[in-house]
């Protein structure tokens, strides 16, 4: 069974994989939580440890701009579990960029749509007014639209700029994104 991960909970696809494998939904209920463990563990005890290769082209410098600016708050709105999100962060050189305790992730809820709110509110309610998801999948724009803020799309995944074209600005890369984020900051 093929399940399309790209912009998914890691909850959402393990839920995808087992009903799909006939795995009754309660019995995935039932073992949410050690299902959660055993894929932090597995994940921990596979994880290279340097995941600098994986961070697209202009990130670093977009990330320190944005932590720079006094009227920016970043906080990682991801679907992977936190732990596992926290490493590849660490990992990959960036995980300083994100204060603990801010942010959203899959081990907070299942659906994607509910993360933006969960983030706003770690951020002590920071306003949608004020609040920007940036992602690269349809689905990370769904998520956005679910909570009514901006959503700018960046093409360094598996869907390129047309596919995206349904967030406010969809670029091709995170240099382009820093003229609509400077855009956006500014107006």
């Given at each position: 069974?093929?399940?399309?991960?790209?912009?998914?909970?890691?909850?959402?696809?393990?839920?995808?994989?087992?009903?799909?494998?006939?795995?009754?939904?309660?019995?995935?209920?039932?073992?949410?939580?050690?299902l959660r463990d055993a894929w932090w563990t597995a994940y921990e005890a596979g994880c290279e440890e340097?995941?600098?290769?994986?961070?697209?082209?202009?990130?670093?410098?977009?990330?320190?701009?944005?932590?720079?600016?006094?009227?920016?708050?970043?906080?990682?709105?991801?679907?992977?579990?936190?732990?596992?999100?926290?490493?590849?962060?660490?990992?990959?050189?960036?995980?300083?960029?994100?204060?603990?305790?801010?942010?959203?992730?899959?081990?907070?809820?299942?659906?994607?749509?509910?993360?933006?709110?969960?983030?706003?509110?770690r951020a002590g309610g920071w306003p949608r007014e004020r609040t920007a998801v940036i992602g690269d999948?349809?689905?990370?724009?769904?998520?956005?639209?679910?909570?009514?803020?901006?959503?700018?799309?960046?093409?360094?995944?598996?869907?390129?700029?047309?596919?995206?074209?349904?967030?406010?600005?969809?670029?091709?890369?995170?240099?382009?994104?820093?003229?609509?984020?400077?855009?956006?900051?500014?107006?």
């Amino acid at each position: 069974m093929h399940v399309r991960t790209a912009g998914k909970t890691d909850g959402q696809i393990a839920r995808e994989l087992l009903l799909g494998h006939g795995v009754a939904e309660e019995e995935v209920d039932r073992r949410a939580v050690a299902l959660r463990d055993a894929w932090w563990t597995a994940y921990e005890a596979g994880c290279e440890e340097d995941l600098s290769h994986t961070v697209a082209p202009g990130v670093p410098d977009l990330l320190s701009w944005l932590a720079d600016r006094p009227d920016v708050r970043l906080a990682l709105l991801t679907g992977n579990l936190e732990p596992i999100a926290r490493l590849k962060l660490a990992r990959a050189g960036l995980g300083h960029f994100f204060a603990p305790g801010q942010g959203a992730f899959g081990s907070d809820h299942e659906s994607r749509a509910e993360l933006p709110a969960v983030a706003r509110a770690r951020a002590g309610g920071w306003p949608r007014e004020r609040t920007a998801v940036i992602g690269d999948t349809p689905l990370d724009i769904a998520c956005a639209r679910a909570d009514g803020v901006r959503v700018a799309a960046v093409a360094t995944g598996a869907f390129g700029v047309p596919e995206l074209g349904e967030a406010d600005a969809a670029v091709p890369d995170a240099r382009a994104l820093r003229a609509v984020l400077e855009d956006w900051l500014e107006g």
